[in-house]
């Protein structure tokens, strides 16, 4: 009798265990989806911050390709924390069905003509003239190679950086946030939590260490606060367009890594994290009070969908039935 319990049991336990963790991936579904983006980013880099590149800890320098070590060194983590988290919060509560959905959703590139002007040319626009302010009018013409080499970039810092990142923040965390808090209070709870998800490559080339001082994770988060708002009211207006903010995301890194130190070769580390977080607070600005607070988010309900699933209800529906604005 006792064996025939306990192998009734073994049986049993694979039964339970994954009905237990889609319990537990509903009830906090936004908990445990940040909990996985930091851990498994965080753990990825150790062995970067600890190498030559970082704190010296670990003698190791990771090898440069196309001229910097990020790509071994930083992307297999972007690539395990935000968009990895998603699948998997995705596949615990949804399965299948689920991840089908979510994976349409990152081909949404029909979007009016619009909005890919203003995602692809208000970046670079606002950089300038951020640029412009804080070196003191001093620029200069960027060189034939810059101009060649940006369009490459863009679409290389599309598959790399914006693929790695934006599934996570905007297409499954950013529904998620405004389906229960307004969307400013959503904004403001999502820009921080993404900015100290990089806090722990400040303590390698990424972030400039050793050389970079203490304020200068500060002068990021300030820009990840605001430009989060940008990013959040591009996404409601687009009905939600993942690929428009990865374009809009990736224009901020591609536009600074290529054409902000030939152009303004005057502001360093530092002054560029604030020149940058300036110009995102002021573009925050003018969005929150041009759509008072709303940042463009209007949710469609459909019919039936009191019985969608528990993160279906929460994320599905108005990103599938929302109308896309042209």
Do not use: K
Not at 190 to 211: A, D, I, K, N, S
């Amino acid at each position: 009798m006792t064996q025939n319990r306990t192998g009734l049991s073994e049986i049993r336990v694979p039964d339970r265990l994954p009905a237990r963790l889609r319990a537990m991936a509903r009830a906090r579904p936004l908990t445990y989806f940040f909990l996985l983006a930091n851990g498994l980013s965080w753990v990825a880099w150790v062995p970067y911050i600890l190498s030559q590149n970082g704190l010296g800890l670990w003698d190791y320098r990771f090898p440069a390709i196309l001229g910097t070590t990020q790509v071994l060194g930083v992307l297999p983590g972007a690539y395990l924390g935000p968009i990895g988290a998603a699948f998997a919060m995705t596949a615990l509560v949804d399965g299948r069905p689920g991840l089908r959905s979510w994976t349409r959703r990152l081909w949404r590139w029909r979007v009016g003509g619009r909005w890919y002007a203003i995602t692809l040319l208000s970046v670079p626009a606002g950089m300038l003239l951020t640029g412009l302010a804080f070196s003191g009018g001093q620029v200069a013409a960027p060189s034939a190679a810059a101009l060649t080499a940006f369009v490459p970039m863009l679409l290389f810092q599309m598959i790399t950086t914006g693929l790695a990142e934006e599934p996570g923040w905007r297409d499954f965390a950013l529904p998620l946030l405004q389906s229960r808090f307004s969307p400013l209070r959503a904004a403001f709870v999502l820009g921080p939590l993404w900015g100290v998800w990089h806090f722990p490559l400040f303590l390698t080339e990424w972030g400039g260490y050793p050389e970079a001082s203490w304020t200068r994770p500060l002068a990021f988060l300030m820009f990840c606060v605001a430009f989060n708002i940008v990013m959040s009211w591009v996404f409601n207006r687009t009905g939600q367009s993942l690929p428009l903010s990865m374009l809009m995301h990736v224009g901020v890194n591609t536009f600074a890594s290529v054409m902000w130190t030939e152009m303004f070769p005057g502001l360093d580390g530092e002054l560029a994290l604030i020149a940058m977080g300036a110009g995102a607070v002021v573009a925050a600005t003018a969005i929150v009070v041009a759509t008072r607070g709303r940042l463009g988010y209007h949710p469609v309900l459909p019919s039936g969908h009191e019985d969608a699933v528990p993160l279906a209800r929460h994320v599905g529906y108005d990103r599938d039935r929302t109308m896309i604005e042209s």
